[in-house]
């Protein structure tokens, strides 16, 4: 099978299986298959190509495509993904973003990840401040033993240990989570069954957090519609200067305050 002709029934299958973006996949996969980058697939769409039909079959089983892929970008970095934790998401980029702002005139500042995952807030705050001393931690042993793998990979030298959000109240210059505030997978993209559910479904973490964190900045990611009430917990935990931010697509997302 050549390039082309694998990349128009991949098309035509993620179409069927009811994805947004079946093109789009459909040339990542192909690409992935041949060892090039998406653009360069179209250097040679004659070229015979093998190892699609697996990848195809689990994206088409709504598999989410950082996990068929085995790696995702985030920010200026390229991460492992697997299903030991959530697929670094593009609205996540603006909490490393705020955090980043947030620290800019502050030397060698004291950052905690609270629930890690696959390490892309800590890796990226790392990677973007090295003068950071960036802690993580998560209760998830699998879920640390991914952050290890691509903060190895990747050089960065970051503190990862067991532990969940009582390390906030271990004195923090930041501390920056995006805990589990999914109610229900109920009416979702079928991705996130795929994902591990200790990571998405939750309530009131962000309330716990704001009220055990001993930090002068406090940085979190919120659901859709849940920013103006997490900014009221901020608030009522004694946190000043409170401002939600919205990611990229114009959702309330991130939610900030200092003390």
Do not use: C
């Not at 620290?103 to 390490?119: F, K, N, Q, T």
């Not at 055990?212 to 940085?219: D, F, S, W, Y």
């Amino acid at each position: 099978m050549t390039a082309r002709e694998a990349l128009r029934e991949a098309e035509r299958r993620l179409a069927a299986a009811g994805l947004d973006t079946p093109r789009v996949d459909a040339e990542l996969l192909v690409a992935h298959a041949l060892g090039v980058s998406r653009t360069g697939l179209y250097a040679d769409l004659d070229a015979p190509v093998e190892g699609v039909e697996p990848l195809l079959a689990r994206r088409e089983a709504r598999e989410p495509l950082a996990y068929v892929l085995g790696e995702w970008g985030f920010r200026r970095l390229i991460l492992k993904t697997d299903p030991r934790a959530l697929v670094p998401r593009p609205e996540t980029e603006v909490v490393v973003e705020r955090a980043l702002a947030l620290l800019e005139d502050m030397p060698a500042p004291r950052v905690l990840d609270v629930g890690v995952g696959s390490g892309a807030i800590a890796l990226a705050l790392k990677d973007e401040r090295a003068d950071a001393h960036v802690t993580a931690v998560d209760v998830s042993p699998a879920a640390l033993a991914l952050a290890r793998e691509n903060a190895a990979r990747l050089g960065l030298a970051v503190e990862l240990r067991t532990g969940g959000l009582e390390a906030a109240a271990e004195g923090w210059d930041l501390v920056v989570s995006n805990p589990p505030y999914v109610e229900t997978l109920d009416g979702l993209q079928p991705e996130l069954r795929h994902e591990p559910a200790g990571a998405l479904l939750g309530t009131g973490f962000h309330e716990r957090i704001a009220r055990v964190a001993r930090t002068r900045i406090l940085v979190l990611e919120a659901g859709d519609g849940q920013a103006g009430d997490v900014a009221a917990v901020l608030r009522a935990a004694g946190y000043r200067d409170v401002r939600i931010t919205p990611d990229l697509a114009g959702v309330d997302r991130v939610v900030e305050g200092v003390r």
